[in-house]
């Protein structure tokens, strides 16, 4: 009687043993690969890994073949066996790393230079600048975006807590400037404006006062019109009435 016990004892622990194996085994992430249709937006490009950057709010982690937190570098592959990622985590969070398009090219790089400054370089799939992001804080401090061609297409800048912006310019796709808007009071919050014709002459230009209570800014002082020779063609006071925003 004795050792029919320890015979179902022994089997029933063996039997545990290899259900609790296969219950972790099975949390365990298997190796994924991936096509570049399926994971690379056609606006803000691969973004899946941007949830494991802890320093811009991501707060979720990434496990190992063991399930457990990933350590060290770590590189993810195309259905292809191309590379399309590789990065340095700690405890499950990627700290820096480049992704790649399935042609080679980077798609971006994202690196931590301290705690609190977090700087992303994105790319287009024909090696041209897309957009640089500069986090300060877990906060986008200054964004400069870029047409395909490469040309500048967009520029802000902000104070480090976001509490105003500094700077803010458009651009046409020939890289002449749209519109600009530059801080030059910062006690005062006053601004200077300007539009562009797409050849590069001034259209209209003059000075903003920025409104916490109307969260907008306020023309102040005479504006001046230009035509698309650089000929003056009105002065006029405006409606303070009028509130703009961005």
Known sequence: ??????????????????????????????IRRYFQKDICDTTEGIVMYNKLLEAIGGDSVTFNKAGYN?????????????????GYYIDG??????????N???????????????????????????KQIYYYNGLPQKKYEFFSSGLPKYVEENEKEMKYVTLRKN????????????????????????????????????NLIYSSEKKGYLKDGNWH???????SKKTEKPNKDVVITF
């Open 93 to 102: 969070k990627v700290i820096v790393f480049k992704n790649f398009f399935e």
């Open 171 to 206: 651009f046409y796709s020939n890289g002449q400037p749209q519109s600009t808007l530059e801080l030059t009071d910062e006690k005062n919050q006053k601004y200077k404006m300007s539009d562009y014709y797409p050849n590069g002459q001034i259209k209209s230009e003059g």
């Open 104 to 130: 080679g090219q980077c798609e971006r790089t994202v690196v931590n230079p301290d705690p609190l400054r977090c700087n992303f370089e994105i790319f287009y799939e024909n090696g041209k600048p897309r």
């Open 70 to 86: 990933m350590q060290g570098w770590n590189e993810d592959f195309y259905m292809s066996g191309k590379l399309l990622h590789r």
């Open 1 to 30: 009687m004795k050792l029919k016990l320890n015979i179902f004892l022994f089997l029933f622990t063996l039997a545990s043993s290899g259900l609790m194996a296969q219950r972790f085994a099975d949390q365990v992430p298997q």
């Open 225 to 231: 019109y230009y035509d698309q020779s650089g000929k």
